[in-house]
């Protein structure tokens, strides 16, 4: 029945108006999403000078934390016509956390050179699997959810951070704390494309929602699923803990579309439409 429900919700979310060539909704906005949907004369279509696989009439584009503003859509419909779309996006202010007091083995580096291979391979094989998931055009998303529900939010995407005063590279997901064993969940349909228990991670499970788009749950204190299971939105997948570098127990929740780092906090609003073209 489940199934059945998320299908329906997918045969009502490509349609499109007779009139319309392309209607855009989600968040214009560094870190944020855009779908698309378009008329089916729409063969092709390019973000700046890259081409977006179109699946089933539906597409996706993604912005990075800082994403340059200025963007052009190119439709190349089946006439051999184009039709460009010049757009920006909106540019985000970033919050400054700081926190004090952390125990310095949170924050050192590594030394040992045993350690040292284990996480230039952990990170090495994360690369390559995120890279085989850019190419995969199907589209499993629907729409999206909170993984850990009665959370409390304890970091947000894109902060600058500065950690026992010492400046560190921007947080780039959403971690909401619940106690060792609450259930995570998945955001969003889609394909487990590894998991494991890594150094900084620890237990970890990255899905593939289809192109390009991944989420990804880190620091779980117990794994639920196995690489290639098929994942409907809202099955549990993992439950909360502390693994990895971690200083409590709590959930990483990061989102990415290709190589860019998307807000999660946006794409749990991402119904707002942006734009639409009418055909002439
Ligand atoms: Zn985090």
New binding site residues.
Partial sequence: MKRLFIFYLLFISIQINADELLTLHGNAIQGGILIGNVHETVEKIFLDSEEIPISENEFIIGFDRDEKLRHILTLVLENGEMETIKFFISKREYVTQRIDGIPAKYLEEPTEEELITRIESESDTLKKTRKKLYKNSNIYFENFSIPVENGKVT?IFGSNRILNGIPISP?N?Y?IAASEGTEIKAMSTGLVALTGNYFYNGKFVLIDHGSGLSSIYIHMSRICVEKGDYIIKGDKIGEVGSTGRSTGNHL?WGVGWRDKKIDPGLILNNKKIFLTLKKY
Avoid: A, L, V
């Fill in positions: 970091g947080h997901g971690d990483h």
